[in-house]
Every structure is written in structure tokens, then in C-alpha cells.
């Protein structure tokens, strides 16, 4: 079984504040990586699809990066809003056809 | 809605019960996934059906089990069921090529074992 790390686990920010967190996993056997977000007692909802290394992708306020070689994605998020608050899922897809999730960077942005 | 539809929403049973979840996909995706969220754990990938068949197996348990019909919704079967088999189960589909185009999820069955 393979890590993915998502760091931090929890973050508190003021409304306005601009916010990313990281994705870790293994550099060796990449194949793709989502981005997902999950509001509570909602379902997940994929964000990013990733594939090659230096993508940027970018959805309103939100982006994300990918960096393959050395194993992170980055997502940013612009001028939080509390509609932002969720918790973001990363998920790295290998070359085995293994897919593997993270547990999550839970966001609460306060007014 | 997101198209991927979960029954039952909640279900609470007691230990060594069986239940069945069901998810019917997203109209024309032939791929469906079961995910366990337990308490302070990420989601874990249990199995994966496409068009009929098992095509990938993750941290799935022997007391449980899936199929996917010929109308491609799936049943997954918890038997035997223990405590620590609460959880949130999420089932998602995908066009073939779910590398790229990502997943769809449900909203998910909270079983509660008692």
C-alpha cells in the first residue's frame, strides 16, 4: 500500500485569506492525480484531473499544480470564502491500476 | 444530484447481520467503485466492477463481496458484521477512462452496527 500525505490535516482560515496545502506521494509509477472536494454530508466532487508533470490547472479561485518528479501537488485557493470550507482529497493513480486517496486537508474558513 | 444514486442513505443493523447497499451509476458509465470511510480514516478502496466484471480489488474484506448486474447497478454484501465495520460507504462511477476524466460519487450509505 502506497502513502499519499496530505499536509496540514486542518486549516482555520479568516474569510479573505488565501490558502494552499500540499499532496505527497511516491515519485516513482505516477500515472494521474485527482483533486477533490468534500463538503460535509455531501458526496466527493472531483476538482482537478492531473496527468504531466508542471500541469497547472485552475478552477475560479482554485488552482493546483503537479510537480511528478519530485512527488507533490499543490492546490491554492484565492480569497477563501466559507463556501470553501470542506475537506480537500488528493488521490494518486499509479502504473499498476492502484488508486490510492489521502485523507484529506479539512479547510473551515470563518467569516 | 450527481447522478449516481446510493440506497439506503442510513442503515443501523446489529453485529453479525447481513445488509446489502446499492448503487445504480451515472447514466452511461460502465465502472463502479465502492469506497469504506471509517472514522478518522481516509477513503479506502474496496472494488471495482466494470461492464459486469471485477476488475480491480482493494482492502476488501473476505466477509464482503460485490457484483454488478447486467443493468450495471451494483450490490455490495456486508455479512458477518462487526462493530468496526461502521462506516460511511461510498459508491462512484466513471467512463472507461477514469484516469482522466475522474469519478463521480454517491452520496454515500452510513451503516451503523450496533
Redesign the interface.
Known amino acids: 500500500i502506497l502513502n499519499v500525505e496530505q499536509s496540514p490535516q486542518s486549516l482555520h482560515v479568516q474569510e479573505g485569506d488565501s490558502t494552499n496545502f500540499t499532496c505527497s506521494f511516491p515519485s516513482s509509477n505516477f500515472y494521474a492525480l485527482h483533486w477533490y472536494r468534500w463538503e460535509t454530508a455531501k458526496s466527493p466532487e472531483a476538482l482537478f484531473v492531473m496527468t504531466l508533470n508542471g500541469d497547472e490547472k485552475k478552477k475560479g479561485r482554485i488552482s493546483a499544480t503537479l510537480n511528478t518528479k519530485e512527488g507533490y501537488s499543490y492546490l491554492y485557493i484565492k480569497g477563501s470564502q466559507p463556501e470553501d470550507s470542506a475537506t480537500y482529497l488528493c488521490a494518486f493513480w499509479d502504473n499498476f491500476n492502484k488508486f490510492y486517496f489521502g485523507s484529506g486537508t479539512k479547510l473551515n474558513v470563518k467569516p | 444530484d450527481?447522478g449516481?444514486t446510493q440506497t439506503p442513505k442510513h442503515l443501523i443493523t446489529a453485529t453479525g447481520q447481513r445488509v446489502t447497499l446499492r448503487c445504480s451509476p451515472r447514466s452511461g458509465d460502465l465502472s463502479v467503485y465502492w469506497?469504506q470511510q471509517s472514522l478518522d480514516?481516509?477513503?479506502?478502496?474496496l472494488i471495482q466492477y466494470y461492464n459486469g466484471e471485477e476488475r480491480?480489488k482493494?482492502?476488501i474484506l473476505e466477509r464482503f463481496s460485490a457484483q454488478q448486474f447486467p443493468d450495471l447497478h451494483s450490490e455490495l454484501n456486508l455479512s458477518s458484521l462487526e462493530l468496526g465495520d461502521s462506516a460511511l460507504y461510498?459508491c462512484a462511477s466513471s467512463v472507461e477512462n477514469q484516469?482522466?476524466?475522474?469519478?463521480?460519487?454517491?452520496?454515500?450509505t452510513r451503516l451503523t452496527v450496533v
Open positions: 450527481s449516481v469506497y480514516q481516509g477513503l479506502q478502496f480491480a482493494g482492502n461510498f484516469v482522466f476524466d475522474g469519478y463521480t460519487f454517491g452520496s454515500g
